[in-house]
């Protein structure tokens, strides 16, 4: 009965894929369209994609979307080991407590987040400008990479570095040489997540951010506010071709 | 000198975690930075929110419950059920949608799974203003949706759709479906099918399969899905500010414009610790159901 060759269950399954690609491929395929306000179809163009190569702030915005998303990946992937080898190697009251506590950054609404940065950083009298920015960007991409190396820590062989430490190894030789090249699959997972995560970002990104500041997501934003154009198409695409890209590019890496 | 290693994959608990007074140093950093960016400034929100907004927009530590209170206007109020609407709507419409996307993909061969579940996250990973604009592009009077259905007779006029709450619920539909169908899917694929199969042999009707066995053996699951897509559209910001316009605020865009148009800090900071209470709320509800030995376990132990 509910078995796969129901015809209802194809097509909603169908359907559904549908309408999770149609809005993009739609996008994408207008990009190309040389009409700049109707949505029919009036001939194929490069137009768009030429201006946007032109755009000095869009240049501007990816370079700064870079910087921060390099900067607070390194910040929260460092801190982060620190906390995930402190939090599985020794235990303490309040561990428990403190496990749950530094996770409270994912469940919360990214607005109060923002919202709450930009209170402090106005309270303490720091102008808001990229280094807010990445200050706000690693506090939510911490508990991220802390997530994903607890997970993968856990299930290391904690003997192994062990016996390294029981063959003469100092602290640090044991982790450089034993721990961390097992982690090293999580650590690059990690850091690819969290710098995407840190490249997407528009809402604590809009409320940390000053003048001068705009990251990629806020550009985008400020085009979108200030009307239709195919160009905000064909940046739209050049987006979906870099997201697939970099898919494609953690999946392979992982097969190894 | 340490006993002897054994070669074995699992921790000895014997030696780790080794016992001490308090948090290691590795873990100072984090708390430090976490304390001073995240926890401080969450305290700070939760103080201003007791305090008052002074003249030109700054905080006077003048304390007060006012801020709370003026929350039970119908201005405000409007905005608070239009949120918690819309975020039971769209939590509907991904359970409905979801459901028979999920269940496709459980019941494929093994190998073919990951290869769908990818198909539904590839859209997801792709940066989220980039996609509620595609929304915009159709939905508008000029966009397509309008234009096709123009073209094809179907309509004399444009259909405003764009700037409503219709079109939030779609494009926050859109944006959480893949949190829907995750949960669900690793729900349904723990199910063991011959009990769904010995319902059929004690002639359950459809339905009565669906009711009685599918649904609560996959209800961890499903509550999963649903705090997955109800948290996050209930604070919903880039969709209602894209797809809603001035007049369908969500909390979200509430908050953003106490904070940066009027200016009242306070007020802005009570709502925002009100929509964090709606959050906690949702994952009370989640903790609630999640009793151990419930649902898709028990079902593989009836299996045998």
Known sequence: MLSLRRPW????????????????????AFSFNASRLSATWQGFTLDWYRLLAQDEGLRLAVGNSLLVGLLST???TALGLGAALGLERHSFTGRQFLEGALLLPLVIPEVMMGVSLM?????????LSLVTVTIAHAAFNLPVVLVILRARLRKLDPSLEEAA??????PWQAFSRVTLP??????????????TISFDDFIVTFFTAGPGATTLPLYVYSMVKSGVTPVINALSAILVLASMTLIGVSIVIQRR | MSPPVQPTSRPDPSHFPVKRRGPSRLLWPTLIWMGLFFFLPLALTVAISFASRGTYGGVVWHLTLANYLTVVD???????????GLAVATTALCLLLGFPLAYYIARLPANRQGFWLLLVMVPFWTNFLVRTYAWIFILRAEGLMNTVLMGLGVIDHPLEVLYSDSAILIGLVYGYLPFMVLPLYAAIERLAPSLVEAAWDLYATRWGVMWHVIVPLTRPGIVAGCLLVFIPSVGAFITPDLLGGARTMMVGNLIQH????ARDWPFGSAISLLLMAMVLAGLLVYFRTEEPGRGAGRGKEMAG
Not at chain 1, 119 to 127: A, E, G, Q, Y
Not at chain 1, 165 to 170: C, I, K, V, Y
Not at chain 2, 258 to 261: A, K, T
């Open chain 1, 9 to 28: 269950l194809i097509g909603a399954s169908l359907a559904n894929l549908l309408f999770l690609y149609a809005p993009i491929v739609v996008l994408i």
């Open chain 1, 74 to 76: 390194v910040i929260a």
């Open chain 1, 119 to 127: 209170l402090f950083f106005v309270l303490v009298s720091m102008p």
């Open chain 1, 165 to 170: 430490r029981d063959l003469g190894a100092t």
């Open chain 1, 182 to 195: 097992l982690l090293m699959p999580a650590v690059l997972g990690a850091v690819l997540l969290a710098f």
């Open chain 2, 74 to 84: 119908p201005l405000y109020l409007k905005v608070f059920a239009r949120s918690i």
């Open chain 2, 258 to 261: 106490e904070f940066l148009v």
